[in-house]
């Protein structure tokens, strides 16, 4: 069984992106970064981020990250603070330690596209 | 730079600007209206080429398959050949059935109910030279089930150039060339036992008193909560209409909330309106949730009410955005 249907797939997307979103919004480190998107249209994007980082069907590709994220000076620290919410969302949600390494793993494998590097 | 076909001219558009921009930096006429990728005036379609993906959203998917989309969201990156569409929402005239001022600030307008819609969507107005109008957008307060009109409320702004003559020149009988019905903010009877709640500022009482009647008369069970607010007591209208409501339906709790005057009448509460929500609905979790009003309310209220527990899916908003 894969990791994105371990997890349960669509279904776990949609029961992690609200409280992922608010996490992420709660935390003073990144959440300036939200002031002025559209909501809805954000909560689309984490939608597809979560896909993608449990290792299910998604669009993403690097040039989309890159691109996305070019313009906000990101540094290490917000990178991880986003990881941190991350398995903190997983970890309420009851998810496997070893399945958030997983989905942790494949988060950081994206860093250099985010942080432009 | 890139190249943009319409109508067998070819336009190149400057760097970060969009179809629309260009289009009129090169004097061709595309009606708009908000330019934020909400009314939806902008509409065009596109016959070859391919479309960045945030220039359709909010389109159905119908309209996606076409190569509909929104000049003014559109910054292409390969060249495109597009023109104008027919199939987008088609215009329909309207008959001014009446007009009355509600308060100083808000006239109630009533149209021939030509077209259909649910309460709480929208119609946008296309208002005088034909080859220049004015698109404006306003959402309907009416029920069509009860009632035979479109009822719109439009706030008189001093120097508005549609509102100012919808107060002053027109008369019944006159015909307003309208677009609709759109937006996606209206009650679905999907669960009748969850609490909703509605807030507004100003005429966002307009589509919230539409969704609020259509919830009771397909007959939702939870309670209800209308928290309305207003800079002063005189921004309030509806008010009997409403205290009629809430003394027919128990479940049905009005607050009005007015922030900056000292001298109320007893009922209407002097606080913030965000202070007020936070204190009467500290948690939303499994509540619907309503916000119309202005965008900046909108944007601040959602934020709020999310970060209070209410999940995205169930926060209905409505943002009425300044006009260009």
């Not at chain 2, 289009?23 to 005036?41: H, S």
């Not at chain 2, 919230?208 to 007959?219: E, H, M, N, S, V």
């Not at chain 2, 049905?252 to 009922?267: A, E, G, I």
């Not at chain 2, 202070?275 to 944007?299: A, H, N, W």
Request: hydrophobic letters at 40%; charged letters at 20%; a negative charge.
């Amino acid at each position: 069984m894969s990791l994105y249907e371990r997890i349960g797939g669509a279904a776990a997307v949609e029961a992690a992106v609200d409280i992922f979103y608010r996490k992420v919004l709660s935390d003073d480190l990144i959440s300036h970064f939200f002031d002025t998107v559209d909501m809805d249209a954000q909560a689309a994007k984490q939608k597809a981020f979560l896909t993608m980082v449990f290792g299910g069907p998604n669009q993403y590709s690097g040039k989309d990250l890159r691109e996305g994220h070019k313009h906000m000076a990101l540094t290490e620290l917000h990178f991880d603070a986003v990881i941190e919410n991350l398995a903190g969302t997983l970890q309420e949600l009851g998810v496997a330690q070893t399945d958030i390494n997983e989905i942790a793993a494949i988060a950081g494998s994206v860093k250099d596209d985010v942080l432009n590097r | 730079m890139t190249d943009i076909t319409f109508e067998e001219s070819t336009y190149s558009l400057l760097e970060g600007e969009t179809v629309l921009e260009g289009l009129i930096r090169n004097g061709v006429q595309v009606p708009n209206g908000c330019r934020a990728g909400a009314c939806q005036a902008c509409v065009m379609q596109a016959q070859e080429g391919e479309l960045p993906r945030n220039s359709q959203a909010g389109l159905k998917n119908t309209q996606q398959a076409q190569g509909l989309f929104l000049s003014c969201q559109c910054k292409p990156s390969n060249p495109l050949t597009i023109g104008f569409t027919d199939q987008g929402k088609s215009r329909t005239l309207a008959k001014v059935k009446d007009k009355e001022n509600l308060s100083a600030q808000v006239l109630r307008v009533r149209l021939e109910k030509v077209l259909d819609f649910r309460p709480g969507q929208y119609l946008n107005i296309w208002h005088g030279d034909p080859e220049k109008p004015l698109v404006r957008s306003y959402s309907i307060a009416s029920i069509p089930k009860l009632e035979d009109f479109i009822e719109l409320h439009i706030k008189i702004i001093p120097n508005g150039r549609f509102s100012r003559w919808a107060a002053d020149a027109m008369e019944p009988g006159a015909e307003l060339n309208i677009q609709g019905a759109l937006g996606n903010c209206f009650y679905v009877a999907d669960d009748p036992h969850r609490p909703l709640l509605f807030i507004g500022i100003g005429t966002g009482l307009a589509p919230l008193y539409g969704i609020l009647r259509d919830a009771l008369l397909q007959g939702h069970q939870g309670k209800i909560s209308l928290v309305l607010g207003a800079r002063e007591p005189d921004g309030f209208y509806l008010r009997r209409e409403l205290a009629d409501l809430q003394r027919d339906y128990p479940q049905l709790n009005v607050n009005f909330v007015c922030q900056s005057f000292s001298n109320y009448p007893n009922d209407i509460g002097n606080t913030d309106l965000y202070q007020f929500v936070k204190e009467q609905f500290p948690s939303t979790k499994g509540t619907k949730i309503y916000l119309c009003g202005g965008d900046t309310f909108v944007r601040k209220m959602k934020k709020q009410i999310f970060l209070s527990g209410a999940s995205m899916a169930d926060i209905h908003a409505d943002a009425f955005l300044p006009c260009s």
